[in-house]
Nanobody, 119 residues
Framework: QVHVAESGGGLVQPGGSLQLSCVVSGLSRPFRAFSMRWYRQTPGNEREWVARIDTTGVRRNYADSVKGRFTISRDNSKKAVYLQMDNLKPEDTAVYYC??????????WGQGTQVTVSS
């Protein structure tokens, strides 16, 4: 069974940086075959897509709200994906979730990690 685990959240001041990590385990297929995404969610709101990286690690897409400030990357040898978040703003405060998807199969989600941007 695929298991996704996020880490790296915390409290940071506006303008600061954080790097989130997501490690995937329990795979029956190579990690490199999975496309990976980051989402975020605030109380009372729907989960918002933040960034995506394809299986090759070459194609990366970002929500307009984070473009130029966030960078998604992956390390297939570690079965991990990362989200480098720079120039953080209070509106980036949310629970951040990682998902793994093989082809057209349903995404597998982690439990999330809290990011709070506040002075």
């Amino acid at each position: 069974q695929v298991h996704v685990a996020e880490s790296g959240g915390g409290l940071v001041q506006p303008g600061g940086s954080l790097q989130l990590s997501c490690v995937v385990s329990g795979l029956s297929r190579p990690f490199r075959a999975f496309s990976m995404r980051w989402y975020r969610q605030t109380p009372g709101n729907e989960r918002e897509w933040v960034a995506r990286i394809d299986t090759t690690g070459v194609r990366r897409n970002y929500a307009d709200s984070v473009k130029g400030r966030f960078t998604i990357s992956r390390d297939n040898s570690k079965k991990a994906v990362y989200l480098q978040m720079d120039n953080l703003k209070p509106e980036d405060t949310a629970v951040y979730y990682c998902s793994a998807q093989y082809g057209g199969a349903p995404e597998v989600w982690g439990q999330g990690t809290q990011v709070t941007v506040s002075s």
